[in-house]
């Protein structure tokens, strides 16, 4: 029999346990105190799927719980406007019969707020306490919806009580932001006669609390017009969102004069005596940064000193100068002049090759594998030589002439070189310009700069605290960009461990980013179905476009900087005039996801690729003059494979046309 001294003891202990979780609970009350609620709403939840239903109601109440004590609302739309659950299928009902007995002039820019209106009705029922009218809401109107909304909807079922809206990412998506909708003035003062008339007010006041209506003067739009920019999570882009200057043009490498100096003196050594000397053009040189006969810098090009870089190293004024050769026998591309294909097939891969980038010299191929590996293929006949080891490079005399090719051991020459370092899968890679290194992402979260000397690890960044989907270089090599499925997308240097920017604005993960040819923009594409354009400088945001279908995972820039290319799930092409900020055309034809774009040395023709296994090409040397041609009247032409997806799509300085893939058969 256990003696008072225990008993005393054991209770006291018990006693004090009970305290402690009783502070630990009010803590997570008290959002001054600790604002992380999460640890309770697991607890509450718990005990709702064990069925123990009096040890919940016990505990919301020595704890004094409400809905709005957990973070979710602060006050919800029925309580304060004293509405009851079967009033809300009432009210949607009869906006659903407004909007279809509306003008056909109104219609359709009515419609775009069925489905905001829905969304925030189904989680005000379920903040009340009312999951069996939520449940029942859900399922008279979810069909009602755009086909584009299914992933969100999906997951807005899954919310059936206020604990599981702690924390959600669809929650604070649509109740901390706004959905965004354009409507005209007329549109408008319509839909407010109808809500006025008939007294809903919880709709109204969503409305007001939820929805951002950008009202424009003027006739409201056709329907092809509004079809043209919806799809995104979070609605359209507000007109202001896209009229910030933005610098698209190239600015003029002043190292090209040099250049051509050099290239005129070389020819002209070449050359017999007898022959007359031919002189390289200009406009050919021009090429390289997407300029055709100008010589002078564009007026919206930004100064070459508005993103601070380093000196050029040796290597890096070599590739440069290798560039400008390389671009003086470019071939401009046309109609009846259409580009060579070499492609590329993998084969054993076994399903795990995740992507492929090839360097911009066109003389190196990556590819990164699920396996957390990464291959280096060379495509030359030139080796794969590291560097010798520490011991070897004390014997070297480093004044001696040939110094460079005697640090490399050419006894270790492969064709292919594995690197080592990762801890997941490897989803992208990219070379810098002179190709000393290469860049990788992985699903551990982590980005690892290799050098292509030594074919190490030199550093790992580590920012992002969920899978990296994406990484490149800056075309000034000095920094890179990445994104992730935190939903956020990074610019790094690579002297630096930790980020210079952080670029956050997406609603859901980041699936793709691609730098601006001039360094100073990085666009970045997302399973919200939107595409942003941000500044290096400042790291806003400067441009929102919107009308995919489904989640974007492919971006190109055209090299004269004006266009933006995007594709992805909904298997169509968009082109975006970065200067106006908005929509030139849609090119649709592909069957499936559409993982590659890249556009041609001259912007004239844009190649298209993915999971279809069909490389497009479509003609864009004439988007400034006729906007209004769509789908086949751009295509010239299809090029499908036997077995193989294109993971990758890159022209070369002289307009050849490289893919690779795996291959499935």
Known sequence: MPSPVYEYITTQYHCEIIKKNKIMAGQLLNPEVNSDKQALANVLQFLKNQNFKETEEALKRELGYSPSSLGTTTAGVLQSNHTQPEQVEESYKKLLEFIDRSLDIYKHELGLLLYPIFIHLYMELIIAGYSDY????????HTKQESFYNDELVRLK??????????????????????????????????????????HKAILDIVHKYIDIDVFDGTPRLQLDVIKNIGSMTGEAAVKVNKTKVLYGVPRDPDITAALAQLEKEEADA??????????????????????????NTPHAPQLNRIPVPPLR??????????????????????????SICFYTLINTYNSLNTISISPDSTLMAGGFSDSVIRIWSLTPRKLCPLKSPTQMQQITLAAEDVLERIIDNSSATDVRV?????????????NNDNTLLLSSSEDGTIRLWSLQSFTAVVCFKGHVYPVWGVEFSPLDYYFTSCSFDRTAKVWITEQVQPVRILS????????????????????????????????????????????KGSVYSLA??????????????????????????QVCELPGHTDTVYQLAFSRDSTILASGGLDKCVKLW???????????????????????????????????KNLLFAAGPYLG
């Not at 001039?518 to 919200?528: E, F, K, L, Q, R």
């Open 557 to 582: 820039f055209s090299y004269d900087g004006k266009y933006l290319a995007s594709a992805g799930t909904d298997k169509r092409v968009y082109i975006w005039d970065l200067e106006k900020g908005s």
């Open 134 to 141: 939520g449940n029942l809401f859900y399922n008279n109107y």
């Open 314 to 339: 040796d290597s890096q004024q070599a590739a440069k100068f290798q560039a400008f050769k390389d671009a003086a026998k470019c071939i401009s591309l046309g109609t009846n002049a259409l580009p």
């Open 271 to 296: 050359n017999d005596e007898d022959k007359p000397k031919k002189k390289k053009s200009k406009k050919d040189l021009g090429l390289l940064s997407g300029k055709k006969s100008k010589t002078t």
């Open 619 to 653: 003609d864009t040397s004439k988007l400034d003059d006729d906007r209004e041609r769509l789908g086949q009247e751009c295509l010239l032409g299809s090029y499908p494979t036997k077995s193989t997806p294109i993971h990758c799509l890159q022209f070369t300085r």
């Open 505 to 548: 604005g997406h609603s859901s993960d980041v699936n793709c980013c691609k730098f601006h040819p001039n360094g100073n923009y990085i666009a970045t594409g997302s399973c919200d179905r939107s595409v942003r354009l941000w500044d290096v400088i400042n790291g806003q945001c400067c441009r929102i476009f919107t009308g995919h």
């Open 158 to 199: 899954s919310i059936t009580s206020p604990e599981q809206m702690i924390n959600n990412d669809l929650v604070e998506t649509y109740r901390k932001g706004k959905f965004t909708v354009r409507m005209s003035h007329d549109s408008l003062q319509s839909l407010y006669k109808h809500l006025q008339v008939n007294q």
């Open 419 to 431: 690197l080592t370092g990762h801890s997941g899968a490897v989803y992208d890679v990219s070379f």
